[in-house]
């Protein structure tokens, strides 16, 4: 039986459903939000169309997964943060409604984000970063063959993944 989830890449049009998905992640996360998301939020209800439509020309792809009109989860990726070392993908802004969790929503945008990458866009590493007391978040990310790089940046437990 195929799933009635649909998964896109979001666009202006979608800029109240994103919305709102930000705004329940700040609400159902217990650990800190990416800066990105935190720039999402600071646009607003009016300036989210806005940034959406922005995306495109900053090289980063956001993906819905749709249950009819409900979004029920969003995934970014940007290669902006590391556009001077090539081939690498920042994977940010991983969220899922709580009522999807456990169906195939992640899989779904996992899918989407792996065969972007896989299609001649020079992306050849995944990378995603975390709070070392995320544990979720963790194995989130291991579940779907990430694993843990020393040496990274961001404060807290880098991942990486290749394509």
């Known amino acids: 039986m195929q799933s009635p989830l649909q998964v896109r890449l979001l666009s202006g049009d ?17 650990h800190p939000v990416e800066p990105q998301v935190f720039r999402e939020l ?14 495109m020309a900053e090289d980063v792809q956001v993906w819905g997964a749709f249950d009819g009109e409900t979004l ?14 090539g081939n690498i993908g920042l994977l940010w802004g991983v969220f899922v409604l709580l009522r999807y ?3 195939p929503t992640s899989r779904l945008l996992m899918d989407a984000v792996t065969e972007y990458c896989t299609a001649d866009t020079g992306i050849r590493q995944l990378r995603a970063s975390c709070t070392r007391d995320n544990l979720a978040g963790q194995q989130f990310l ?3 063959g990430f694993e843990v790089i020393s040496g990274g940046a961001v404060p807290g437990v880098t ?3 290749l394509i």
């Open 159 to 161: 991942m990486r993944r």
């Open 142 to 144: 291991k579940r779907f």
């Open 14 to 30: 979608d800029a109240a459903a994103y919305q709102l998905l930000r705004a329940r992640s700040l609400e159902e996360l217990a």
């Open 101 to 103: 969790r456990g169906t």
């Open 72 to 85: 029920a989860g969003a995934v970014g990726l940007s290669r902006r943060s590391f556009s001077g070392y």
């Open 42 to 55: 600071e646009a607003g209800a009016g300036g989210m169309s806005s940034l959406l439509a922005s995306y």
